[in-house]
């Protein structure tokens, strides 16, 4: 680790300890997302990080959403998670096509914390070592107005901006018609600079073979041009949640 990066951790924890919160049981790793989604400016990373410590502990009290609470949304099987990029990223596909947008929008919140806990998990070797990260999928294949959903592709990525600094990896957007483009204008006002920077739309030939080959043939499903077979996110099993994230 860089010197100047040292110091920015020490005067990062030190800023959170003077706002009332602890790192104690968090490594360098984990506040050293927070330090880069600020700019390496320790008060600000200091206050994104109680705010999220904050977040966490009401909205997420047991460390983790069970299935059980959002059995309703597992049930449209419109999350599926493949396994590890060739850059050692979790996969995870969004089929838009069938998704509905939600009429309650605390439990669509508790689904996407679900399911990006799930995802970011399964990439650990043993416990969590704070700056894994994940690729996404939105496909948009075959969707319909009915199930445009602005509202919920805002919470999703205002979630991973400001609750999950730095775990998106690269999000590609497969299959846009027409009709979305303006939708997805309206979304991407929403998305900060560094985000904004890993969100790829394909939409030729090259970028679908760079999109295959960042990822990995062995891990992308066969109908993107890889070799592996579609696997609901409610089918992976994991260790035990508790056991693996921080809490």
Not at 26 to 48: G, Q, V
Not at 117 to 123: G, L, P
Request: charged share 30%.
């Amino acid at each position: 680790m860089e010197k100047n990066q040292e110091i920015a951790l020490t005067e990062m924890r030190k800023s959170v300890q003077k706002l009332g919160t602890s790192t104690e049981k968090y490594e360098d790793p984990t506040l050293m997302r927070f330090l880069i989604a600020r700019s390496m400016d320790p008060d600000k990373a200091a206050k994104m990080f109680v705010q999220w410590h904050k977040w966490r502990a009401s909205f997420v009290p047991n460390g983790f959403i069970s299935d059980s609470e959002v059995s309703d949304a597992l049930e449209d099987r419109k999350i599926f998670l493949q396994g590890l990029s060739k850059d050692g990223y979790p996969l995870m596909i969004v089929k838009a096509s069938k998704h509905f947008p939600s009429k309650d929008h605390l439990q669509f919140k508790k689904f996407v914390v679900h399911l990006l806990d799930k995802t970011i998990a399964s990439s650990f070797r043993g416990r969590e070592i704070g700056n894994e990260k994940l690729i996404g999928i939105l496909d948009l294949q075959q969707i319909s107005y009915k199930n445009v959903d602005a509202r919920g592709l805002i919470t999703g990525f205002q979630f991973l901006q400001s609750y999950y600094p730095e775990r998106l990896a690269k999000c590609f957007i497969l299959n846009m018609p027409w009709f979305f483009v303006s939708v997805w204008r309206m979304v991407s006002r929403f998305l900060d600079k560094a985000t904004a920077e890993k969100i790829v739309i394909v939409s030729n030939e090259d970028e679908t073979k760079n999109f295959i080959k960042e990822v990995g043939e062995e891990t992308l499903p066969e109908e993107y041009g890889g070799r592996a077979k579609l696997v609901p996110l409610q089918d992976v099993v994991l260790a035990p949640m508790e056991d693996l994230l921080y809490k």
